[in-house]
C-alpha cells in the first residue's frame, strides 16, 4: 500500500507557536549573513569590498601578529568600566526619581538636556577640560547613558503595581524580604533592558569616541586604517569587535535574562 | 480547645478624602474570639476598608484596633486573602505560600499546598495555573502562616459554585480544626449562611451597623432547609435595612 505523505499546516496557535520556536532557526542568522556578503564580494569582485574571508584571514594574522587583541582588550575595559558605572549610577537615580515625585520635578529638565545632548559634543568638551585621558573617555560615556538608564528605570519604578506594596504590608514583611521578593523582581526586567540597550550603545560611542582622540584601542586603530583606506582591516577590527559583544550576549546577557524572567514565559 | 484572639475595632473616623464625608465615623464592632463573622452590605459601604485596617494594610485612620488588647498592627500578622489572588508571578506556588513568612519550613508549605488539593503544583508558576488553582493558592498562603486572624475579602466572588462548594468545605474544616478568629466579606447571603456564626449589616455613609444577626445552629449540623432559612434571614435583612439586594 501506498501511504502520501501528509502536509500538516499549522492550524493551532499552539502549531503557530512550534513553528515560530523552531530550535535551530536563529542559528542559520549568521550563516545567512555571511552568504550575502560573500555574494555580494564576488559580485563586486574590488578590494574595498573584501570578502568574508579575507577578513578572516586578516583577523587571524592582526590577532596573532598585531595589536588586535591588545585593541580589543583596552576597547573592552573602558566600555566596561563606563557600563558598570552608568547602570549602577542610572539605577540609583532612576529609583530616586521613580519615587520622590518632587526629585523628578526638580530634575525632569537636566534628565531632558541629558538625554538630548550630542555625545560628540560632550566629548570634545571633555576632551578640552581634562586633556584626552582615559578619565574624560569614559566619563563622556557615562555621562551619555546615564541618563537613558535614569529614564528607563525611573520608568520601572513608576509601574511597580502598588498591590504588591499592599500584600507586602499584610503579610508584615521584613524591608530586607520586601526588597528581594517585591522590590527587585519588579526592577530586574528594567535594569536588563537598560543593560541590554546600554551595552549595545556604548560599545559604539566608545569606538567613536577613540576615534576622536586616544592612544589605543578598537576605534583609534580603525582610524588609522581609514586613513590608509584598508578597508579588510577595517572590517577585521569590527568583525573581532562584533564577535566578542555576541559572546556577550550569548555567553552571559541571555542566560542570566533567561534565569531572571523564567516567569514570564509562556504557558506550554 | 483553642481558639483564635477576640477582635475590638473603635475607629473614631476613616474618611480617604478630607472634604468627603468620612467611610467609618464612629464605629465600634466587637468579635468574639474564634468566631466567623461575615460582612455584608452594598458596595462602596465600606466592607474592604474595614478588613484593610484590621489587617495594618491601610494606617491612616483615628481610632483603635486590637486583637485580645494588643494593638492590631503590633499582634502576629492575619492570614489575609484578597479579592485578587495577588500571588507573585516571579515565584513559584510554593516560593509564593513562603512569602508569608520568611521562616517558613518548605514542608509547611508542602503540607498547605496539599490542603487545598495543589499537590504536584509545588514548582509550577501563578501564570501556569488556572483562575481557580491560583485562588486556592492564595487561601493556602493565608493558612500556612498558621494564623489565629483570617481576613478574606471576597474570597469567592467570580468562581464557579463546585469550587466555591470545595473553599467552603476546606474553611469549614479549618475552621473546625483550628478555630480562627474569621472576618470575610461575601455579597452572596449562601456564602455566609453555610459559614459565619454572626452576619453583620453595613449601610449608608459613614457606615453604620444596620442589622447583627446571629447563626446559632453549629456549621456542621446546618442542612439545606437550616442554610436557606437563614439565606432568606440575611437577605431580607439587607434589603430592608439598606435597600439593596445580596
Known sequence: MVRIPQISTPTTDKDKRRLRDRPGLEY?????????????????????????????????????????????????????????????????????????????RLFSTWLLVGLNLPAIVVAILLYIWMGLTEGALILAVIINKVPLVITNIREGVRSFSPDYDELARALRMPMGRRLRLIFVPQLLPFVLASARTGLSLIWKIVLVFEV????????FRVSLFFQLFDITGILAYTTAFILVVMAFEYGVNRPIEGKVVRWRMDPA | ??????????????????????????????????????????????????????????????????????????????????QDPRLLPWLTAIDNIRAADGKMPQATALQALAQVGLNGYGDAYPHQLSGGMQ????????????????????????????????????????????????????????????????????????????????????????????????????????????????
Do not use: C
Open chain 1, 212 to 219: 576622536l582622540g586616544s592612544d589605543g584601542g578598537v576605534g
Open chain 1, 28 to 104: 542559520l542568522s549568521l550563516p545567512l549573513l555571511l552568504l550575502v556578503w560573500q555574494v555580494l564580494a564576488m559580485a563586486f569582485t574590488n578590494r574595498l569590498f573584501p570578502s568574508p574571508v579575507a577578513v578572516s584571514k586578516e583577523m587571524w594574522f592582526l590577532a596573532t601578529e598585531g595589536r588586535l587583541l591588545l585593541d580589543l582588550g583596552k576597547t573592552l575595559l573602558r566600555a566596561s568600566a563606563a557600563f558598570v558605572i552608568s547602570m549602577v549610577l542610572g539605577t540609583v537615580l532612576g529609583i530616586l526619581l521613580g519615587r520622590q515625585h518632587w526629585v523628578d
Open chain 2, 135 to 246: 485562588r486556592r493558592l492564595a487561601l493556602a498562603r493565608a493558612l500556612a502562616i498558621n494564623a489565629e486572624v483570617l481576613l478574606l475579602d471576597e474570597p469567592f466572588v467570580s468562581l464557579d459554585r463546585a469550587l466555591v462548594n470545595e473553599i467552603h468545605g476546606l474553611l469549614a474544616e479549618l475552621v473546625g480544626a483550628k478555630r480562627p478568629t474569621v472576618l470575610f466579606i461575601s455579597h452572596l447571603a449562601e456564602d455566609a449562611a453555610r459559614l459565619a456564626d454572626r452576619v453583620v449589616v453595613l449601610a449608608g455613609r459613614p457606615a453604620r451597623i444596620v442589622d447583627d444577626i446571629e447563626l446559632p445552629t453549629s456549621r456542621q449540623q446546618r442542612d439545606g432547609n437550616i442554610i436557606n432559612g437563614y439565606i432568606r434571614r440575611i437577605e431580607s435583612a439587607a434589603s430592608t435595612k439598606t435597600g439593596t439586594k445580596l
Open chain 2, 1 to 82: 480547645m483553642a481558639h483564635g484572639p477576640g477582635l475590638t475595632l473603635n475607629i473614631v473616623e476613616k474618611r480617604f478624602d478630607p472634604l468627603a464625608t468620612p467611610v467609618l465615623d464612629q464605629f465600634t464592632l466587637n468579635i468574639a474570639p474564634g468566631s466567623v463573622v461575615a460582612l455584608v452590605g452594598p458596595s462602596g459601604v465600606g466592607k474592604s476598608t474595614i478588613l484593610r485596617l484590621v489587617a495594618g494594610i491601610d494606617r491612616l485612620f483615628s481610632g483603635r484596633i486590637t486583637v485580645d488588647g494588643i494593638d492590631a498592627d503590633k499582634a502576629h500578622p492575619p492570614g489575609f486573602v484578597f
